[in-house]
């Protein structure tokens, strides 16, 4: 496993590797196996693999968050060691950006609906970042997990914006035994308060079941009850939305495909989950 921290370096070797295929994960670290899960999906299509860990200060708008960010690069190199992930990019701030960029995306609805409404500026942090990262690394293909399913469909809509040739892999959401979807910030819960955010998969889990028997209104109500019958839960928002323009619906037939999408706080800890909904 190679360890590159330049922009330099890593367009040196890449360049020396000439026309392989290669597959990029980008990661802030604090790994798990939902990203492992992501590299091993690269490493079964494509001749190279390489997994970036950098702390993108641009999508974070608290910056309290971003100074609790858990940051653990020693685990997180020997975690990718045992995974044989070819390739680790670990560049600095400055190496990132080494002139201001401002920058302003415009994604519509993507970036104006659940995560957007509730963390200004956050996409735009995002999507400033993987520009940045595909024009360094110029994958073949991208993977990013289906948990952060309304950050991949800004992804996707940025490689359109900016004529990228990368293509881009959604990967299914990855769960503990729990049903609980696996987030570095997982970590900062009790095993009580995750046993108690396993609630937030199985409330999902009986949104994304029951279309044909209740009204979107009532599922969204279900929700919003289930969650309050726990002190540690406290939902921040709750959608049913088309999955392809991600726009809120009232009505089954305003969408053909819908997913769920919450965003709860558990003590504290903002956790994101979805469920596409079952016809």
């Not at 595909?134 to 914006?161: H, S």
């Not at 999955?243 to 994101?272: D, H, Q, Y």
Request: proline share 3%; glycine share 4%.
């Amino acid at each position: 496993m190679l360890v590159f921290t330049t922009v330099k370096e890593i367009q040196s070797f890449l360049r020396e590797k000439g026309s392989k295929s290669s597959g990029f994960v980008a990661t802030m670290g604090a790994l798990h196996q939902a990203h492992i899960s992501l590299i091993e999906t690269s490493q079964k299509e494509n001749e190279l693999t390489i997994c970036s860990i950098f702390v993108n200060p641009k999508q974070f708008n608290k910056k309290e968050d971003l100074a609790k960010y858990p940051r653990n690069t020693e685990a997180d190199l020997a975690k990718l060691k045992e995974a044989n992930c070819d390739v680790v990019f670990i560049p600095t701030v400055e190496e990132m950006y080494p002139s201001k960029i401002k920058k302003e995306f415009d994604f519509r609805v993507l970036s104006e609906v659940m995560e957007a409404e509730h963390r200004p500026g956050h996409f735009n942090g995002v999507a400033i970042v993987i520009e940045r990262f595909f024009k360094i690394l110029q994958p073949t293909n991208a993977y990013f997990g289906e948990k952060d399913f309304q950050q991949l469909a800004v992804i996707r809509a940025l490689v359109k914006q900016i004529n990228s040739s990368v293509n881009i892999i959604g990967c299914a959401i990855y769960r503990e035994k729990n049903g609980l979807a696996m987030s570095s910030r997982n970590e900062r819960l009790t095993t009580k308060e995750k046993d108690v955010a396993s609630e937030i998969s199985k409330a999902l889990t009986f949104v994304s079941q029951h279309q044909n028997t209740h009204t979107v209104n009532q599922l969204k109500a279900y929700f919003f009850n289930k969650m309050e019958e726990f002190n540690l839960l406290d939902v921040e928002y709750f959608e049913i939305a088309d999955s392809r323009t991600l726009k809120p619906i009232k009505e089954w037939e305003e969408s053909k495909v819908r997913v769920a999408f919450t965003a709860v706080n558990v003590s504290g800890v903002r956790l994101i989950d979805n469920m596409t909904i079952i016809n």
